[in-house]
């Protein structure tokens, strides 16, 4: 290792960059939130670089490179980093086990999906930045940190491995898992997601507002008609099926 580096700094690095731009524009709360990317040493061995306990709660978002962990996915040993192993490491290594594609996962308390969370509602899936996660589902409550929890999530990744998705959990925040060359990209792509839905979560909101008010007849997207309250109350997906995301669109 050259002096002065410490190990895999380009991904720690980058790693808090995204806990501070993620708690400074709430998108988590103290409460927590957990982020994971995998990576490659030169030899080709899998390491996990992950946010420590606490980055929200003591930390408030502020970490150094240096307390970012490197930990080993199947052992969990930590190999280098300031902080104590999250308890949420299961659900992590569980979802990254479920689906070798995944890149990286990224769990928040953004507040808006929270909603629809704690409602135990699927989400409507309305924008056109958001049409890649596809059909956004609200899992069974399964409590924090729990071997449930990360069962839950690996039999949910194993029954669809289309990637990337967002998941809703319930009472507890929302599951982005995506894809991409190798973990920054994933982690960049999850940080895109997390932010679009969020603006998505209140659109939908808005529109269920609008159909109780008899303004509008049902949810819609680019120009469709998509649901109604009735699906979202019975769980029947909605998002804009009749229109297919090209590679890379998520954005403008």
Same mark, same amino acid.
């Given at each position: ?12 690095? $980058?790693? $808090?960059?995204?806990?501070? *731009? ?5 998108? &988590? ?28 709660? &003591? ?14 996915? !199947?052992?969990?040993e930590v190999y280098s980093g300031e902080g104590e192993l999250t308890r949420e490491i299961n659900m992590h290594t569980a979802a990254y086990r479920a689906n070798p594609e995944i890149k990286c996962v990224f769990h928040a308390h953004a507040p808006n999906a929270?909603?629809? $969370? ?6 409507? #899936?309305?924008?056109? $930045?958001?049409? +890649?996660? +596809?059909?956004?589902?609200?899992? !069974? ?10 069962? *839950?999530?690996?039999?949910?990744? +194993?029954? !669809?491995?289309?990637?990337? /998705? ?58 469709? /008609? ?7 109350? &019975?769980? #029947? ?6 229109? +297919? ?6 954005? !403008?």
């Amino acid at each position: 290792m050259t002096k002065g580096k410490i190990l895999f700094e380009e991904e720690r690095k $980058a790693l $808090a960059e995204v806990v501070e *731009l993620t708690y400074y524009r709430k998108n &988590t709360n103290t409460a927590g939130g957990n982020f994971s990317l995998k990576t490659v040493d030169e030899e080709g061995r899998e390491y996990l670089i992950m946010t420590p306990s606490m980055m929200s709660e &003591t930390y408030h978002g502020k970490l150094s490179p240096s307390q970012i962990l490197v930990v080993d996915p !199947d052992t969990w040993e930590v190999y280098s980093g300031e902080g104590e192993l999250t308890r949420e490491i299961n659900m992590h290594t569980a979802a990254y086990r479920a689906n070798p594609e995944i890149k990286c996962v990224f769990h928040a308390h953004a507040p808006n999906a929270m909603f629809w $969370a704690t409602s135990h509602l699927d989400m409507p #899936n309305l924008t056109e $930045a958001t049409q +890649k996660v +596809k059909y956004i589902k609200v899992l !069974d409550f399964e409590p924090n940190c729990s071997p449930e929890l990360a069962a *839950l999530v690996s039999a949910e990744i +194993k029954k !669809d491995n289309e990637l990337p /998705k967002e998941y809703l959990l319930d009472s507890h925040g929302v599951l982005i898992i995506t894809p991409g060359n190798d973990g920054l990209e994933a982690l960049y792509k999850a940080i895109s997601i997390l932010d679009t839905v969020e603006w998505n979560a209140e659109i939908a909101y808005k529109q269920t507002i609008f159909q109780q008010l008899g303004l509008l007849d049902g949810y819609y997207s680019k120009g469709f /008609k998509v649901g109604t309250i009735e699906d979202l109350v &019975t769980h #029947n997906p909605i998002w804009n099926s009749q229109y +297919k995301a090209k590679v890379g669109e998520i954005s !403008d």
